[in-house]
C-alpha cells in the first residue's frame, strides 16, 4: 500500500511539473519505449474517454495487453495500470504535433514513452 502511495504522490508531482501546449485526443497511438534496464519496446496503445472524465488506456506490445485508468490534469495524461502483478504510474505530457511524452514507472526504476498518433 505504501508504494501505491508513493507511485500516485509522483503521479501528482509530475501533472504539477508538466505544463502542455496541445490537447490530448482519443485514438490509436504508435508506442516506442524504454524499460528502466535500457531495453527498448513497441506496440500500440488505444486511448478512449470513459465516464466521469476518465481515460482508459490500453496498451498492446507483441502478447502482452495492459489496461490502464487515466485522467488528464493541466494538460498531462496521468495512467495508473498493473503489469505482471505490479502497480504502475505513467504521466505523458503533450506535444504541439500530438505527440504524447512521459515516463512510466512500478517501483523498480524509471522507464520512457513516446506515442505518437496514427
Known amino acids: 500500500m505504501r508504494l501505491l502511495r508513493t507511485l500516485t504522490a509522483a503521479a501528482f508531482l509530475a501533472l504539477a511539473a508538466l505544463p502542455a501546449t496541445a ?7 504508435e508506442v516506442e519505449g524504454q524499460n528502466p534496464d ?3 519496446y513497441s ?3 488505444s486511448l478512449q474517454a470513459a ?3 476518465a481515460w482508459i488506456a490500453t496498451w498492446q506490445m507483441s502478447d502482452m495487453r495492459i489496461v490502464g ?9 496521468a495512467v495508473s495500470f498493473v503489469v505482471e502483478g505490479l502497480p504502475g504510474i505513467a504521466a505523458y505530457e503533450v506535444a504541439d504535433d500530438g505527440t504524447l511524452r512521459g515516463v512510466w514507472t512500478t517501483g523498480g526504476g524509471l522507464g ?4 505518437t498518433p496514427r
Do not use: K, M
Open 23 to 29: 490537447q490530448i485526443r482519443e485514438g490509436l497511438y
Open 38 to 40: 535500457g531495453t527498448t
Open 43 to 45: 506496440g500500440h496503445l
Open 51 to 53: 465516464p466521469g472524465a
Open 69 to 77: 485508468l487515466g485522467l488528464i490534469q493541466g494538460g498531462v495524461l
Open 112 to 115: 520512457t514513452e513516446t506515442l
